[in-house]
């Protein structure tokens, strides 16, 4: 095996640029089936099919793991991409003085690090808003149903990972999700964070919010959130062919297959992520 | 016609550059792009100015010698030629053009125009051949079988000329269509499989070396390249460079 051209040749941090943006287009692919859910499934319904998702990829061993390779494959393919730049900038050290680059290139082809960049920080703000929330806010709010008695009044109910529910009076919360007996000082069940509603809240009108503020700029989220996803459509209508062409996956009688392929996805994988904060938008 | 040229006036390897205006009437429109610079050239003595260095030599699309950066494109607005081949009919009365050298690192000017594209030879060096005997005894050429396929995919690479009109309109400077298309026209054949793991991997490590960018797939080359080298060969020799990296003992 040749160590300097697996490590450290130009066309080795090329297939690294591609096996890890490839890997991302898969995880696209999977963020995007879990996310729908919360659009597919309405009512009291939908935030617990959606909160006992957001539950299990975020106790699933297998998917734990998954999470570490997407979060590896984000940073490496951004600092790659950090390297292959500045070496691109150093290769042309005095630029013409007139070029004409649209004549014989595409535009997305052209932009790929400014692409790549924006796509950076949106990265950076979406985890903030979700997963850090998620992750780290002591304050992170579990699924509640609102239980009406008999006399129209209220109560408050936690949802529990084994099915049940239980009075909020009855328990205080521990380690952010245990439910503990206030009387017996004995953990009876474990809490689901509400993510969905946290989402709903972020992106919507406030109507179904519980235990989150309203958000004022939810239209701005929204049209930054569906400008993210323009960016990335543009990334992905060249990165996703380009990777192949890395790889040296190129073949005449497949390439035309492959290239529309490329096309269908860069479009519909980022429409179908806008729809969603448009929809919270528009409906909640 | 009239024309309006700016031209890249650089002394030396050293020494600053910068773009001059020149003024050239009675400009033929069956002229050759090159034809044209050698009337510039001398009005330009006429006028006791030194001309501008180009390179240039078969004049007839074959060598790769004459470069030229022309309107934003290298070999100037036409596909598929050389400067030698671009005529000024591509062109209208009263056009301002752009002529500026081919720019990379790894290109370093020497004179006005001309730059130094020695690197593509030690890149050929590394590994864009193949050993065989030639002290007398040479193999008849029809006794290796070759698909006729292979053969023309093998001789389509090879109409490389090597003039670096790909590094050229790079965005990156990369020379990835050159080198692949010289690994590929031996890569193809029999006779180029006994060197073909030690060609990749030095080839792309003296590239590498040279200080050309890294290939985005831009495709840029591929559009510029005046023998319109297909960008199949780059994805060829990603393919060998993987096989060979991986499983050479090196």
Known sequence: MSKSAILSSSIAKKWWMSLTGLFLCLFLVGHLLGNLQIIFFSGDEGQRVFNEYAYFMTHNPLIKLLSYLTYFSILFHAVDGIILTFQNKRARPIKYAYSKPQKNSSTPSRYMAILGSAILIFIIMHMSNFWGVMHFDKNMPLHTKNLVRPDSSYQKLYLTTNGTFLPVEQVEINNKTELIDKELNLKIGEGYKDLHSLTVSFFGHNKTNKGFPPNKYAYLAVILYVFSMAVLSFHLWHGFNSAFQTLGISHEKYNSALSLFGKIFSVLVPLAFASIPITIFLTK | ?250
């Open chain 2, 1 to 250: 016609m009239k024309l309006k040229l700016k031209v890249w006036r650089q002394k030396n390897r050293k020494e600053k550059g910068k773009l001059e205006t020149y003024s050239l009437d009675n400009v033929s429109e069956h002229m050759s792009f090159l034809e044209m610079m050698d009337v510039l050239n001398e009005q330009l003595i006429n006028d006791g100015v030194e001309p501008v260095a180009f390179d240039h030599d078969c004049r007839e699309g074959i060598c790769g010698m004459c470069s030229m950066y022309i309107n934003g494109q290298p070999h100037g607005p036409d596909r598929g030629v050389t400067t030698c081949q671009l005529h000024m009919r591509k062109f209208n009365d009263g056009d301002t053009i752009y002529i500026e050298p081919f720019r990379a690192k790894g290109f370093p000017i020497v004179k006005d125009l001309v730059v130094d594209r020695g690197a593509f030879d030690r890149i050929q060096r590394a590994g864009g051949f193949i050993s065989v005997n030639t002290s007398g005894n040479t193999q008849d050429a029809n006794l290796t079988p070759v698909p006729k396929k292979d053969a023309d995919k093998a001789f389509d690479a090879a109409t490389c000329i090597g003039c670096g009109a790909c590094v050229a309109s790079c965005k990156n400077a990369s020379a990835m269509l050159f080198v692949s298309a010289k690994v590929s026209q031996y890569s193809l054949l029999p006779q180029g499989k006994v060197e073909a793991k030690r060609r990749v991997l030095n080839m792309v490590e003296q590239m590498d070396k040279e200080g050309f960018g890294n290939c985005t797939n831009t495709g840029a080359c591929h559009v510029e390249c005046p023998k319109e080298i297909s960008l199949e060969n780059i994805a060829r020799m990603n393919r060998e460079f993987l096989k060979a990296s991986i499983t050479s003992e090196k």
